[in-house]
């Protein structure tokens, strides 16, 4: 069995990343990043933390904007307009979840597609489906990506299975397997919480990615001998023997079918440190795709 380090393939992406941004910079070119942060959110603080500290580290443009949680919508929405506006700003990235009166699908649309680095926006979803390499794909599917490509997982004619069909994984995951090209061409199943017999349509996955948002929902027999697993999954499950008194776990429980798997990613340290490289490396692109 393999472990899939995240955090060194991350360290590389990051590295690529700040030397682009040397060379941009000294063209008279920095890459912005702007952060909108509405609410208090801990996990959604803590993340956009790490964010903040990527781009000092890597020498990106970096603004931070705070909002309280009852900012109405309206205002949300010019925040995202000046953003739009503004030369200096290359991505936007509004960190969700949102509040509740905040009409979410509304604050992406509003995103100029051409600074929608999470890849959400309805032009870049389609951009994607069609392989268009102009448009943006979200983070975490393009981490786990790359990460088959770093560790020579070949794609081409591999049945994979997603468990999972959000617009954040599931979906456009299922789209840069099936594209023709590198790190594609593979037969792809999406799968949910929902499909009958799981386990055995799991089972045939020569490369399985777990995107459902449930601990431990995969275990031993939905994996099998020689299989590669992505464990897209962060969970929180309560702990009183750790510090902090919770861990996180993935989607795929660990113990019980890594040592059947040709390759795991783990959980922390899989795919999580991939998600801000990827983020780091859409801003670069949407800077150097600037006035094209």
Do not use: W
């Given at each position: 069995?393999?472990?899939?380090?995240?955090?060194?393939?991350?360290?590389?992406?990051?590295?690529?990343?700040?030397?682009?941004?040397?060379?941009?910079?000294?063209?008279?070119?920095?890459?912005?990043?702007?952060?909108?942060?509405?609410?208090?959110?801990?996990?959604?603080?803590?993340?956009?933390?790490?964010?903040?500290?990527?781009?000092?580290?890597?020498?990106?443009?970096?603004?931070?904007?705070?909002?309280?949680?009852?900012?109405?919508?309206?205002?949300?929405?010019?925040?995202?307009?000046?953003?739009?506006?503004?030369?200096?700003?290359?991505?936007?990235?509004?960190?969700?979840?949102?509040?509740?009166?905040?009409?979410?699908?509304?604050?992406?649309?509003?995103?100029?597609?051409?600074?929608?680095?999470?890849?959400?926006?309805?032009?870049?979803?389609?951009?994607?489906?069609?392989?268009?390499?102009?448009?943006?794909?979200?983070?975490?599917?393009?981490?786990?990506?790359?990460?088959?490509?770093?560790?020579?997982?070949?794609?081409k004619g591999a049945n994979v299975v997603i468990v999972g069909r959000?617009?954040?994984?599931?979906?456009?995951?299922?789209?840069?397997?099936?594209?023709?090209?590198?790190?594609?061409?593979?037969?792809?199943?999406?799968?949910?919480?929902?499909?009958?017999?799981?386990?055995?349509?799991?089972?045939?996955?020569?490369?399985?990615?777990?995107?459902?948002?449930?601990?431990?929902?995969?275990?031993?027999?939905?994996?099998?001998?020689?299989?590669?697993?992505?464990?897209?999954?962060?969970?929180?499950?309560?702990?009183?023997?750790?510090?902090?008194?919770?861990?996180?776990?993935?989607?795929?429980?660990?113990?019980?079918?890594?040592?059947?798997?040709?390759?795991?990613?783990?959980?922390?340290?899989?795919?999580?440190?991939?998600?801000?490289?990827?983020?780091?490396?859409?801003?670069?692109?949407?800077?150097?795709?600037?006035?094209?």
């Open positions: 069995m393999e472990l899939i380090d995240g955090k060194a393939v991350a360290a590389r992406v990051l590295e690529e990343c700040r030397v682009q941004i040397e060379e941009l910079t000294a063209a008279g070119k920095r890459p912005g990043l702007a952060v909108v942060l509405v609410g208090d959110d801990p996990a959604s603080r803590a993340y956009v933390r790490n964010k903040e500290r990527t781009c000092a580290q890597l020498g990106l443009h970096s603004l931070k904007l705070e909002l309280p949680a009852t900012t109405p919508q309206k205002e949300l929405l010019d925040v995202v307009r000046s953003l739009n506006e503004d030369p200096a700003i290359h991505g936007i990235l509004v960190q969700s979840p949102l509040p509740d009166h905040i009409d979410e699908a509304a604050i992406v649309r509003s995103i100029d597609p051409a600074k929608d680095v999470d890849g959400f926006h309805p032009e870049n979803v389609a951009k994607l489906a069609l392989e268009d390499p102009g448009g943006f794909v979200p983070c975490t599917p393009l981490g786990c990506q790359r990460l088959l490509g770093e560790y020579g997982i070949e794609t959000s617009m954040i994984v599931g979906k456009p995951m299922a789209l840069l397997l099936m594209a023709k090209g590198p790190l594609g061409d593979a037969t792809v199943t999406v799968a949910h919480s929902r499909t009958k017999d799981l386990a055995t349509v799991c089972h045939g996955a020569d490369i399985l990615i777990a995107a459902v948002g449930r601990p431990h929902f995969l275990g031993s027999d939905h994996v099998r001998e020689g299989a590669v697993v992505i464990d897209v999954g962060v969970n929180r499950v309560d702990d009183a023997t750790a510090k902090r008194g919770y861990r996180l776990v993935g989607d795929v429980d660990f113990d019980a079918v890594a040592d059947r798997c040709r390759a795991i990613t783990p959980v922390p340290g899989g795919v999580g440190p991939m998600t801000i490289a990827m983020l780091m490396s859409n801003t670069i692109k949407a800077c150097r795709q600037t006035d094209r």
